[in-house]
T-cell receptor, first 114, second 111 residues
Framework: DAGITQSPRHKVTETGTPVTLRCHQTENHRYMYWYRQDPGHGLRLIHYSYGVKDTDKGEVSDGYSVSRSKTEDFLLTLESATSSQTSVYFC?????????????FGSGTRLTVV | AQSVSQHNHHVILSEAASLELGCNYSYGGTVNLFWYVQYPGQHLQLLLKYFSGDPLVKGIKGFEAEFIKSKFSFNLRKPSVQWSDTAEYFCAVTNDYKLSFGAGTTVTVRA
């Protein structure tokens, strides 16, 4: 979707290596989210941010960390990748305060841990 | 923690058939409700959303959903599906600015 981009789109990495995924928005939305999508589980929230340097855990946060040093960027880091983290990762943005209460999703990053 | 349940894992239909996908949520407070669609190989797109007001919500591509507060339900409907409606459909509920998803329903429409 316009205004939100994820990079890389695809990545293959080895078990035990660190990996960082990037989400960049041009909408100046306050809230940003990282989800993972796995068959039979829908999308599950990993971490989210409600402002610069303000982050909190979601339901599946173990093994992941995030950082938000600028409004437009939200980074997801796998400190030491495991095969169970093979998934499709989606970033989303939201801005409830202005009344535009909806979520826009990025195109996703397909991560394979071998 | 709230949860979202989608009743059907996989639905197979013929073109022109009617579609109804069930969604129930567990949270009892004020919620906002969404249906998203994901076409093969693509990201999620918003079909429709409910915040307040008329419980019958109309979305894009001929979809509609009805919010029944007493049943904690937000079922999605389309009177006549097309082959291009083949996709995965996700119900989602938000509270406290976080969106929780159901496991999804795969809809296959046969020509």
């Amino acid at each position: 979707d316009a205004g939100i981009t994820q990079s890389p789109r695809h990545k293959v990495t080895e078990t035990g290596t660190p990996v960082t995924l990037r989400c960049h928005q041009t909408e100046n939305h306050r809230y940003m989210y990282w989800y993972r999508q796995d068959p039979g589980h829908g999308l599950r929230l990993i971490h989210y941010s409600y402002g610069v340097k303000d982050t909190d855990k979601g339901e599946v946060s173990d093994g992941y960390s995030v950082s938000r040093s600028k409004t437009e960027d939200f980074l997801l880091t796998l400190e030491s990748a495991t095969s169970s983290q093979t998934s499709v990762y989606f970033c989303a943005i939201s801005e409830p305060e202005t009344g535009v209460y909806g979520y826009t999703f990025g195109s996703g990053t397909r991560l394979t841990v071998v | 923690a709230q949860s979202v349940s989608q009743h059907n894992h996989h639905v197979i239909l013929s073109e022109a058939a009617s579609l109804e996908l069930g969604c129930n949520y567990s949270y009892g407070g004020t919620v906002n409700l969404f249906w998203y669609v994901q076409y093969p190989g693509q990201h999620l797109q918003l079909l429709l959303k409910y915040f307040s007001g008329d419980p019958l919500v109309k979305g894009i591509k001929g979809f509609e959903a009805e919010f029944i507060k007493s049943k904690f339900s937000f079922n999605l409907r389309k009177p006549s599906v097309q082959w291009s409606d083949t996709a995965e459909y996700f119900c989602a509920v938000t509270n406290d600015y976080k969106l929780s998803f159901g496991a999804g329903t795969t809809v296959t429409v046969r020509a």
